[in-house]
């Protein structure tokens, strides 16, 4: 484990081509991370994240990402991600190969993943026609029993990333609030680099709290308000009114182009990006 | 007190939760109703919303399925595969709570494409955590405004499993849970026949004629002998379901400026 920036963790950790889980179920989403690997140029990416949300429309949308495992590709609670319907609808900016599962599904995956056990089973995709457009959904039948049940492969990413609330100085990493399949992505992963609120000098956890050991953790880089505008329990809420936004700039490509323009590729860092919004919104 | 169609459809779905149900809650219409329900008829109702908040007690609607509100005001948050695995899939649900963009006549759903799945005319979100929920809950209502093109003859995609192809089709499945048992519209509600299990109309909102629901299917709707008429809102419905969304329309609308205040 080491401590660095998060300009450094992302040069030295993240490559073309890899597969990458950025995690956290609606909270703690690390966008300063993806931000950073926009303005990097990596391409290629294979993106895996339950939920898309807005982090991976911004990644789809720029040109990152060559395909997304996903199970539910929405704005929470607002509509559509224009930027993923774009990839998939018309192939913009390039085509987009999906692996869709279920929440289930993709959970099971995950936790087979951070077992090392090859695949994950689960009463899952029963009656539907999801097995039918993706070929790594298949069953095994119960040796005990006979029952036939669900099988997905492990997800072992090259590198999950997450946004928590806090590390110590050793580098233990503390997650409060929704831990959504965090956990799991982190320990399924070969390489794990965490952005942070702050650094504290005793972890101070409870005794069944989720905590990532220093030992499992690669490189921990600190980023205020990293998760924004997502949002981090206990430091800052989620900005519903962004997301509302989000409708209207993604939805045009050139509006989008523009805003990731003014608002992360010209900007140095996380710092200067939340800047360009406190100014917009003064 | 007038009302709109959308305020009866959610006040209808309220009413079908019962003090202490378990009830597993999908964003929009179903939260909505859920929590009209818990404010109203049955304050010990239990919300399980997929982000792993168990037994949540939102002021204002999330706008999210993980906003921080359902955390806070939670008798528990578990991680994500807990919710689905202990939880959902071993049989703790009594109710899911399901939307959907189409549904058939047998209640299957669809909210992944409209067209070809691999070259869609519209991709939509996806299935979610409805695949699990529409299996394993005990049994799962339904909401969704009923026109013809949500209500259609065939399904471009199914995302989560209802009776199937009607009949015995769903119980050869060996899932656990009884399925779709309940459909509430804004135009009315929905049943299926307990043998052929398809969707059948048994009962309108006053003011809604039989035909123009008739009309809003994409299939020829059976009708029951006798469709019966919802009562209409009361008063505290109307008030308490109101006053919860104007404080959810505030809450929502809260400027960035005060989100990330203190940053610079």
């Given at each position: 484990?080491?401590?660095?920036?998060?300009?450094?963790?992302?040069?030295?950790?993240i490559r073309d081509g890899q597969t990458i889980a950025m995690e956290g179920f609606t909270h703690l989403i690390p966008f300063a991370a993806a931000h950073e690997i926009i303005r990097?140029?990596?391409?290629?990416?294979?993106?895996?994240?339950m939920t898309p949300d807005l982090i991976y429309d911004q990644m789809i949308g720029i040109g990152c990402a060559r395909a997304l495992t996903f199970s539910w590709g929405g704005n929470p609670g607002v509509g559509s991600l224009y930027r993923l319907r774009d990839a998939v609808e018309h192939d913009w900016p390039g085509p987009l190969e999906i692996h869709e599962h279920s929440h289930?599904?993709?959970?099971?995956?995950?936790?087979?993943?951070?077992?090392?056990?090859?695949?994950?089973?689960?009463?899952?995709?029963?009656?539907?026609?999801?097995?039918?457009?993706?070929?790594?959904?298949?069953?095994?039948?119960?040796?005990?029993?006979?029952?036939?049940?669900?099988?997905?492969p492990a997800l072992n990413p090259d590198v999950t990333i997450l946004h928590a609330q806090t590390a110590d100085r050793q580098g233990n990493v503390r997650i409060d609030g929704i831990v959504g399949a965090q956990k799991e992505a982190a320990l399924a992963a070969r390489t794990l680099l965490v952005t942070v609120e702050h650094v504290v000098d005793s972890i101070g956890a409870a005794m069944n709290a989720i905590v990532l050991p220093h030992w499992v953790v690669t490189a921990i880089a600190v980023v205020p308000r990293g998760a924004f505008p997502s949002y981090a329990h206990g430091h800052y809420a989620r900005d519903n009114a962004f997301y509302l936004e989000w409708d209207t700039i993604a939805r045009d490509r050139q509006t989008f182009a523009r805003w990731m323009q003014q608002h992360v590729l010209d900007c140095r860092d996380h710092a200067e990006f939340l800047h360009t919004l406190e100014q917009q919104a003064a | 007190m007038s009302y709109t169609p959308d305020e009866m459809m959610t006040i209808a779905a309220a009413r079908l939760l019962w003090p202490g149900c378990v009830c597993f809650v999908g964003i929009g219409v179903p939260s909505a109703a859920a929590n009209l329900a818990r404010l109203t008829r049955a304050p010990d109702i239990v919300l399980i919303y997929e982000s792993g908040t168990i037994g949540t007690k939102p002021d204002?609607?999330?706008?999210?399925?993980?906003?921080?509100?359902?955390?806070?005001?939670?008798?528990?948050?578990?991680?994500?595969?807990?919710?689905?695995?202990?939880?959902?899939?071993?049989?703790?649900?009594?109710?899911?709570?399901?939307g959907a963009a189409q549904i058939d006549r047998h209640g299957n759903l669809n909210t992944t494409v409209i067209g070809d799945y691999a070259h869609p005319k519209t991709r939509m979100p996806g299935a979610g955590g409805a695949p699990e929920i529409a299996c394993h809950?005990?049994?799962?209502?339904?909401?969704?405004?009923?026109?013809?093109?949500?209500?259609?003859?065939?399904?471009?995609?199914?995302?989560?499993?209802?009776?199937?192809?009607?009949?015995?089709?769903?119980?050869?499945?060996?899932?656990?849970?009884?399925?779709?048992?309940?459909?509430?519209?804004?135009?009315?509600?929905?049943?299926?026949?307990?043998?052929?299990r398809e969707l059948t109309l048994?009962?309108?909102?006053?003011?809604?004629?039989?035909?123009?629901?008739?009309?809003?299917?994409?299939?020829?709707?059976?009708?029951?002998?006798?469709?019966?008429?919802?009562?209409?809102?009361?008063?505290?419905?109307?008030?308490?379901?109101?006053d919860l969304n104007e404080r959810t329309r505030l809450a929502h609308a809260q400027t960035r400026r005060a989100t990330i205040a203190g940053v610079a």
């Open positions: 484990m080491r401590f660095g920036n998060l300009r450094e963790i992302v040069d030295g950790f990097q140029g990596r391409r290629d990416l294979h993106l895996i994240r289930a599904g993709m959970a099971a995956a995950y936790t087979a993943g951070a077992a090392r056990l090859p695949f994950g089973v689960l009463r899952g995709y029963a009656g539907t026609d999801l097995p039918g457009v993706n070929a790594q959904i298949r069953s095994v039948t119960c040796p005990y029993t006979g029952e036939t049940l669900a099988t997905v | 204002v609607l999330p706008l999210s399925i993980g906003d921080g509100e359902l955390a806070e005001t939670a008798t528990v948050v578990v991680p994500l595969p807990e919710i689905f695995s202990y939880w959902l899939q071993a049989g703790r649900i009594d109710v899911g709570f399901l809950a005990r049994q799962t209502f339904i909401v969704l405004k009923q026109s013809p093109r949500s209500f259609v003859k065939r399904l471009d995609f199914r995302s989560s499993a209802g009776f199937l192809g009607g009949g015995g089709e769903r119980a050869a499945l060996g899932v656990g849970g009884a399925g779709p048992q309940i459909v509430i519209t804004d135009l009315g509600v929905l049943k299926p026949d307990a043998q052929t048994v009962a309108r909102y006053q003011n809604v004629g039989v035909e123009q629901i008739v009309a809003a299917t994409g299939w020829p709707l059976a009708v029951a002998a006798n469709v019966e008429i919802v009562a209409p809102p009361t008063a505290e419905e109307l008030v308490v379901l109101r």
